[in-house]
T-cell receptor, first 117, second 114 residues
């Protein structure tokens, strides 16, 4: 039990579809992240939310649209994707700033394997 | 340009021997380093970390060594066990990064041979 869940685990979508990825953390964390992992490449940070506010957008194309309605939930809305967007999309959370100071350890969900056809 | 590099895409080690995974970084502002382990079809899981004020941190079979002058860290696993077969990622962070961003290496696939 990692405390971070992601749905769906697998998704196949056409280039004209609209779909959403969901992430939920049960750890009481304040920061949540979306990463993209392509084969044999480092994890690419896409978005960071800190206390529900988006604090980072690493030049991600607008066809990816994040949403963070509360500190436990994070969505990634997808529309008009390209085949090169096929990858593993990972959600993570971390404690962020707390009484003990900043902690950097991030806790990951299992990921959504996305295939764009 | 990658700020965190894991130059060995894969490593094969005999069960019971020591596994040494290496990581180099270029940003001298990094002051916190982490190792994550990833099994197929799962997200990465945190393994061990080290602050730049230390040069060694140990947790059971896992030890991380930091050489700041060389901008190099390594993860030692001893003795290696079959369950250690996984992809290992090195990550680094700056204390002053208010977004708590981690900069990741590309990973090293460790294979433990029985």
């Amino acid at each position: 039990e990692t405390g971070v869940t992601q749905t769906p685990r697998h998704l196949v979508m056409g280039m004209t579809n609209k779909k959403s990825l969901k992430c939920e953390q049960h750890l009481g964390h304040n920061a949540m992240y979306w990463y993209k992992q392509s084969a044999k490449k480092p994890l690419e940070l896409m978005f960071v939310y800190n206390f529900k506010e988006q604090t980072e957008n690493n030049s991600v194309p607008s066809r990816f649209s994040p949403e963070c309605p509360n500190s436990s939930h994070l969505f990634l809305h997808l529309h008009t994707l390209q085949p090169e967007d096929s990858a593993l999309y990972l959600c993570a959370s971390s404690q962020g700033v707390g009484l003990g100071g900043v902690t950097y350890e991030q806790y990951f969900g299992p990921g959504t394997r996305l295939t764009v056809t | 340009d990658q700020q965190v590099k894991q130059n060995s895409p894969s490593l094969s080690v005999q069960e019971g021997r020591i596994s040494i995974l290496n990581c180099d970084y270029t940003n001298s502002m990094f002051d916190y380093f982490l190792w994550y382990k990833k099994y197929p079809a799962e997200g990465p899981t945190f393994l061990i970390s080290i602050s730049s004020i230390k040069d060694k941190n140990e947790d059971g079979r896992f030890t991380v060594f930091l050489n700041k002058s060389a901008k190099h860290l390594s993860l030692h696993i001893v003795p290696s066990q079959p369950g250690d077969s996984a992809v290992y990622f090195c990550a680094a962070s700056e204390h002053m990064d208010s977004n708590y961003q981690l900069i990741w290496g590309a990973g090293t696939k460790l294979i433990i041979k029985p």
